[in-house]
């Protein structure tokens, strides 16, 4: 027995690697759903955007890269879904140039979905180096940073840009964040420009806003690939993210199981030492 | 629809690269590395040229008439001096512009930090203290900085609320190490949908 | 003198007058601010200049002396990139048109090489947790308590194993109802409570820590006390 406990507490981790593949591979073939409990922060964030009249304008962050792409896409798409079918004008930026195309896709998936048309409906504005400076600037004449759209097309060419000159015209800014934008987005537009902001992040920076929510600083968190979850579940459309919460949540039945099993071993080889 | 499906191919073996080095590192997977690397570094130039100097500095010089076209120049030539840094006798230079940049991050920054986070954070943490989640807030708060502040010996009460804060960051490292999990997961969930998915097609 | 002063000069004014402009947002400040925040921004994309320029150094000296595969591999596909960059701008109008050879290169090799990197993590980290992760300590356990709580607590399967010991205890203890104790959802609740609370406070203590000494450091920087990116 205890033979079969120091075995188990050294399983080569080539195994854990296999264990971890099947088990992420497997409840997606089989096309497993669970149900999703929706969380007040995601409730708040949702609500934020549900409760926007037709024409308003919400200001969407791509602060992210292909790195967190399945964690941060589907809250983007399910975004975009909501404010689209809210007839809720959309524009796009970003602070991580490498991940822009990513908003660029999603823009045109949905927006073909809901028979949108660019500078009409949306735009996509693209990026400029130097955050922090971008979102004060912001705050006085958007125009100074971004005098042309992604492709180069000065935004005083699309309708409904050209009554847009700061935040005042945004009426929710919704960042995208797998960094540190997030916290400027906050400190910077929300503090000083009084920013409405709802953060969608990574589950690796989620924890870090809570102190943001609780002081109100923030109207809304979705969290990780769960939180994306949370959104589809209230939009009432399942995307990618209500997909891969089978695989996650066996994924982490089976860390845990990895921790017990991993823990029993040591106290019983240290029992024996 | 063939450069499609050759793209999914060589998104495939990539990925396929990448894995690879779960098993050891090997030939494939440096090679997967290096490509990354380099199309990335490529990816910056035109980003950098498209996003920067061509809209911000160009078209803006072209369009723009009187003195505030020649003002321009004053920020052309402050990022061509940063890359004086590129020639070891010039590279002085570069501390100009970089003066610049870090007067502005520095002065950006101080306001920030005060109005953007200490003034609401410690607001949102003057709570009456009628209920046990805020007292547990305020106490939770106040021995988390307690127990990094080391100008004074951990002696006496001093002591007691240094381990009382050990306690709440525990908690809270042990709540980010779980999103943390939670997050890479995700990833893995993210590749493999693509190998079944778009390469596989296993699943819809 | 113009090495060492002109530099803390500058960071001086300019430190200086984004806090002025911060109060008295007026002209001539506030004009001069937003100048400068445009400058700022133009000038950081020059930085990124910077290091592709030791890259590619690095990478050409390993060439020049001896052949290496990886290295021209290196060189090749940034150059590559480089050509398809500048060729869709000019077939396409932008660079970015979705079905540019350059959105090709994203979709099919950036999006798949930087997405599995970070993949890898996932094993990576449910090999670290069975191996390193032990109640070694009290404070060791109290933080693999609190992540196996918000691990199950996040997840739909939390909620299944909850209605699991709910007809556990049910069984054992019939006066309880199950279906009353089933929709407590406790991991749930309990991983909330974690987020909300404890948690929540010690970030808190951590980050009002670790903004003083940003601005602490900021204000040494604009003063000239803190001169290290000058020397070096």
């Known amino acids: ?273 | 629809m063939i450069l499609n499906i050759i793209g999914t191919w060589l998104a495939a073996t990539l990925t396929l690269a990448i894995f690879s080095f779960l098993y050891k590192d090997n030939p494939f997977y440096k090679l997967a590395e290096h490509i990354y690397v380099g199309v990335s570094a490529g990816f910056w130039v035109i980003y950098v040229w498209a996003f920067d100097i061509k809209p911000m500095l160009i078209d803006r010089f072209l369009t723009t008439t009187g003195i505030e076209k020649w003002i321009l120049l004053i920020p052309a030539i402050l990022g061509v001096l940063m890359l004086t840094r590129w020639f070891p006798k010039t590279a002085w230079i570069s501390r100009i512009p970089l003066s610049f940049t870090i007067g502005i991050g520095a002065g950006l920054g101080v306001t920030a930090s005060i109005q953007g986070f200490l003034i609401p954070q410690i607001g949102a943490t003057l709570l009456p203290l009628t209920t046990i989640n805020n007292i547990l807030l305020v106490i939770g708060v106040i021995s988390t900085i307690i127990y990094f502040y080391f100008s004074k010996e951990f002696k006496g009460t001093w002591k007691f609320f240094s381990r009382l804060g050990i306690i709440f960051i525990m908690i809270a490292f042990g709540a980010s190490f779980g999103y943390t999990v939670m997050a890479r997961i995700s990833l893995l969930i993210g590749r493999i949908y693509f190998l079944l998915h778009n390469f596989l097609n296993i699943i819809p | ?232």
């Open chain 3, 1 to 232: 003198m113009i090495r060492t002063q002109l530099p803390l000069i500058i960071t001086f004014f300019t430190g200086m007058l984004l806090i002025v402009t911060f109060f008295i947002p007026h002209k001539p400040f506030g004009d001069l601010e937003q100048r400068f925040l445009i400058w700022y921004s133009i000038i950081s994309g020059f930085t990124v200049l910077l290091g592709l320029d030791s890259l590619v150094k690095y990478h050409l000296t390993k060439l020049k002396k001896e052949f290496n595969i990886h290295s021209f591999i290196l060189l090749f596909s940034l150059f590559l990139t480089l050509i398809l960059g500048f060729y869709s701008w000019f077939k396409f109008k932008t660079p970015f048109a979705l079905n540019s050879p350059f959105m090709y290169l994203y979709t099919y090799v950036i999006i798949p090489l930087q997405a599995t990197m970070f993949a890898l993590l996932a094993f990576f980290i449910a090999s670290a947790a069975y191996r390193a992760f032990r109640a070694r300590t009290f404070e060791a356990t109290l933080l693999l308590i609190a992540a196996t709580i918000v691990m199950l607590g996040r997840v739909p399967i939390g909620s299944y194993i909850w209605k699991g010991i709910a007809s556990f205890i049910s069984t054992i203890f019939p006066k309880i109802p199950y279906e009353e104790l089933a929709k407590k959802e406790i991991f749930a609740l309990i991983s909330d409570w974690i987020m909300n609370i404890p948690q929540n406070a010690a970030k808190r203590g951590i980050f009002i820590g670790t903004a003083l000494g940003g601005i602490a450091m900021s204000i040494r920087i604009i003063l000239g006390i803190e001169r290290t990116y000058i020397t070096k």
């Open chain 1, 1 to 273: 027995m205890k033979n079969l406990w120091s075995k188990l507490a050294t399983i080569d981790r080539r195994i854990i690697y296999l264990l971890v593949f099947i088990v992420v591979a497997l409840p997606m073939i089989f096309r497993m759903i669970m149900p999703i409990r929706v969380s007040r922060e995601v409730q708040m964030a949702f609500s934020e955007i549900d409760n926007l009249k037709p024409g308003s304008i919400v200001m969407i962050s791509i602060d992210y890269d292909a790195a967190s792409e399945p964690e941060l896409q589907p809250m983007l798409i399910a975004i975009l879904r909501h404010c689209f079918s809210k007839n809720i004008k959309v524009i796009l930026l970003g602070h991580w140039a490498l991940g822009l195309p990513l908003g660029e896709m999603a823009l045109n998936q949905v927006a073909k979905e809901y028979n949108k048309k660019y500078g009409e409906d949306y735009v996509n504005l693209g990026y400029r180096p130097g955050y922090t400076a971008l979102m004060v600037g912001i705050g006085k004449e958007i125009r100074d940073f971004f005098p042309t759209d992604y492709r180069g097309i000065p935004i005083d060419s699309f309708p409904f840009m050209r009554k847009v000159r700061n935040y005042q015209q945004i009426d929710v800014l919704v960042g995208l964040e797998a960094g540190a934008t997030g916290d400027a987005w906050v400190q910077f537009a929300g503090a000083r420009f009084n920013q409405k902001i709802i953060l969608g992040t990574t589950g690796v920076i989620a924890p870090d806003m809570f102190p943001y929510l609780q002081a109100k600083q923030i109207a809304g968190l979705i969290s990780g690939l769960q939180g994306a979850a949370e959104y589809e579940t209230l939009l009432k459309k399942a995307g990618s993210a209500i997909l891969g919460m089978p695989a996650q949540s066996f994924v982490h039945l089976l860390i845990i199981i990895f921790i017990i099993i991993g823990n029993i071993g040591y106290f019983i080889l240290r029992k024996r030492r």
